[in-house]
């Protein structure tokens, strides 16, 4: 069963605008992660966030976490043409140890 | 530093033949290790996952079957193949269970 969904679905956007991709769940979490899939190949993960945790930073991008409206939102900023790529939020689900994935945000960044 | 492997990267296979897809991870001993299915413009499907050697556990019931013969060694199987078993399958490890999971590069699975 699909736990996250992305919103949007796709997005475009110019090289050094940034993007804004956000994630919604149903049931309570451990933690949430987000993953980047280049066309064609495996996952990468990029950033984890715990359920007590608010926010997180890792380089050009940024993570927040509300547990009360049960969504994240994954902002890149000063994005590139190399950031083009799909991204997954995942959800592990509290009491349990499997990762489940949403459906997906395909950014597109135009040079 | 560790590493993993999948092969082969694209196979093409008629209806009714066996499938046998292997992934490796160097580097790291006793990880979890899951497979998981993506259809084309969709999110991953958890199929099995394994905490250790002999250890299988299976989320979703249909014709496919894992195996964990080696610590680091995780095989994907079926006996016969439906055309609904087309998409890329991935696989991937992990430190502790709800812990991050890295990916290999994914085989491409054309059933015809």
């Known amino acids: 069963s699909q736990q996250g969904e992305e919103d949007p679905q796709a997005l475009s956007i110019q090289e050094g605008e940034n993007a804004t991709m956000n994630c919604s769940y149903k049931?309570?979490?451990?933690?949430l992660q987000w993953y980047r899939q280049n066309s064609g190949r495996g996952l990468v993960h990029l950033i984890l966030i715990r359920s007590n945790e608010r926010e997180k930073h890792s380089g050009r991008l940024r993570v927040t976490l509300d547990t009360s409206k049960k969504s994240s939102s994954l902002l890149i900023t000063a994005s590139r043409a190399a950031d083009t790529a799909s991204y997954f939020c995942a959800t592990v689900l509290y009491n349990t140890d499997k990762l489940i994935f949403g459906t997906g945000t395909r950014l597109q960044v135009f040079p | 530093s560790q590493t993993i492997h999948q092969w082969p990267a694209t196979l093409v296979q008629p209806v009714g033949s066996p499938l046998s897809l292997e992934c490796t991870v160097e580097?790291?001993?006793?990880?979890?290790l899951y497979w998981y299915r993506q259809a084309a413009g969709r999110g991953l499907q958890l199929l099995f996952y394994?905490?250790?050697?002999?250890?299988i556990s299976s989320e979703v019931p249909q014709n496919l079957s894992a195996s964990r013969p080696q610590d680091r060694q995780f095989i994907l199987s079926s006996k016969k193949l439906l055309l609904s078993d087309s998409g890329f399958y991935l696989c991937?490890?992990?430190?502790?269970?709800?812990?991050?999971?890295?990916f290999g590069p994914g085989t491409r699975l054309t059933v015809t």
């Open positions: 394994s905490v250790g050697i002999g250890q």
């Open positions: 049931t309570s979490i451990n933690n």
């Open positions: 580097g790291t001993s006793n990880p979890n």
């Open positions: 991937a490890w992990s430190v502790y269970p709800i812990g991050e999971q890295y």
